[in-house]
């Protein structure tokens, strides 16, 4: 029962930990506000003056276009806010139907690589240290674009390291107009999906010019001892692609065809051999469900002893060529492919599928212009280009969420301010700044309570 919390426990001593590393610095003097150690709200901002002149330099050389993409920036922050508490609201009421033993880990609340399971270190910490330095890198140039001054730039560490920073001064963000505040504070959001669209691009050209299925059927990840698939030579990495003439596209299709059929019939079996590099077709009898599966007694379904990959090698190829195409529907696991195949997009890392290496990426030919690369030399290519999708589109998503310190939680602020003074327009400024302020503190806690609750809500 304790090893169930060993992630809790884990996640409390670093709390504790920090904090009394904290406390010491704090004693010694270390810490301040004009230091190079200095808080962000719970976070420790390690601070340096390098890189301001870059930014300047960046910044000064087209002003107009900067500002544009900051307003830009404004309009899919606000966008996405809306969407990711939406989308925080329909988990919680999820959740209440998740059994304790499916509920998501205390070390899937991080995504982190090396902590996070679902994200490998290499590729996950290469997309995130380029996402998030590029994602403070334009709120330092949109600073300077709106003649705020840049104090700092550096690290931001809460526990871990969660991310790196550019200071503004905080006197000119509070006198600077409220539409130059939010292009600051979208700015980063901005950045992060105009790299997640670049590198999109990228990936559905390596994709649609270099990398083709070898058949357009079931791929086999394991064959199971002793049944009638071993017997008939088939191995791991095959694709099965007809069966009795029938064509076999995907999991739901092979399930129909032996659906079909009874224990001890033979029946016609086309699939792409890896050992004979082609295509061959052989006359399989068909053993019993149950007795190669416990549990099944009395079981009259046919048996043929695969076990098969959910997303077939052409509908992998085309979602990672295009992630709003129809990759669902080929798949056999959605009929909308607006809504379905993103959202299997972005769970490839959970179904075992993202980074695409070992027997998988034999699953696939190169050609093209990536020919002279080896195999794998491609697929680490792909790799990279992948992950800086998924880790900057969760970048700028979690970072349009209404809580302070997040980007989103400044452009609400700013949103409050609006309101509050519209429907409240005699109050004194001091009496506006204090109620704003609880609204925002409100939010940013139930926020951080959605996101909780998700850990916490099947366990109770």
């Not at 606000?78 to 009421?93: D, K, R, T």
């Not at 709120?139 to 730039?153: C, E, I, M, P, Q």
């Amino acid at each position: 029962m304790l090893s169930d919390y060993t992630g809790w426990f884990i996640l409390l001593g670093l709390v504790v930990l920090y904090g009394v590393i904290l406390a010491i610095f704090r004693s010694k003097g270390w810490i301040g506000k004009d230091k190079a150690l200095s808080f962000f709200g719970p976070a420790l901002m390690i601070k340096t003056q390098r890189g301001k002149n870059a930014l300047e330099r960046t910044a000064h050389r087209s002003p107009r276009f900067w500002n544009a993409l900051g307003d830009l920036g404004i309009v899919l922050a606000l966008a996405s806010m809306v969407g990711m508490v939406v989308l925080l609201l329909w988990e919680a009421i999820l959740v209440l139907s998740i059994p304790a033993s499916a509920a998501p880990q205390p070390a899937e609340a991080l995504a982190l690589p090396g902590i996070n399971p679902f994200i490998p270190v290499g590729y996950g910490l290469l997309a995130l240290v380029l996402g998030v330095g590029l994602h403070e890198l334009a709120h330092g140039v949109l600073a300077r674009a709106n003649n705020v001054k840049v104090k700092s730039l550096g690290v931001l560490w809460l526990v871990v390291p969660i991310g790196a920073f550019v200071e503004q001064d905080e006197q000119e963000m509070t006198q600077a107009p409220a539409r130059k505040r939010d292009r600051i504070a979208a700015a980063g959001v901005m950045a992060n999906f105009a790299i997640a669209f670049v590198c999109f691009l990228a990936l559905s050209a390596v994709m649609a010019t270099s990398v083709h299925a070898k058949a357009d059927g079931v791929a086999i990840l394991a064959v199971i001892p002793g049944t009638p698939a071993q017997n008939a030579t088939m191995a791991a990495g095959d694709i099965i692609t007809a069966v009795n003439g029938t064509n076999t596209p995907n999991v739901a299709a092979l399930s129909q065809s032996l659906a079909k059929t009874h224990p001890g019939q033979s029946v016609s079996v086309t699939w792409f051999s890896q050992s004979r590099n082609g295509l061959t077709t052989q006359t399989i009898p068909l053993g019993s469900a149950a007795a190669f599966e416990t549990g099944l007694n009395g079981t009259t379904r046919a048996f043929l002893g695969v076990e098969e990959s959910l997303l077939p090698p052409q509908a992998l190829a085309s979602l990672l060529e295009n992630p709003f195409g129809s990759a669902a529907s080929q798949a056999g696991v959605g009929s909308s492919p607006l809504v379905s195949t993103p959202f299997l997009f972005l769970a490839l890392p959970f179904l075992g599928l993202e980074p695409v290496q070992g027997s998988t990426m034999n699953l696939f030919t190169v050609s093209g212009p990536l020919a002279a690369l080896s195999p794998a030399g491609v697929w680490i290519v792909i790799n990279i280009l992948f992950w800086m999708v998924w880790m900057n589109v969760l970048l700028g998503l979690s970072n349009a969420l209404p809580a302070v310190p997040l980007d989103g939680g400044f452009l609400l602020r700013d949103a409050l301010t609006k309101v509050v003074h519209t429907l409240r327009s005699s109050w004194p400024q001091a009496q506006l700044e204090a109620t704003v302020n609880r609204l925002a503190i409100a939010t940013t806690a139930l926020v951080f309570l959605l996101i909780l609750w998700q850990f916490l809500g099947p366990r109770l």
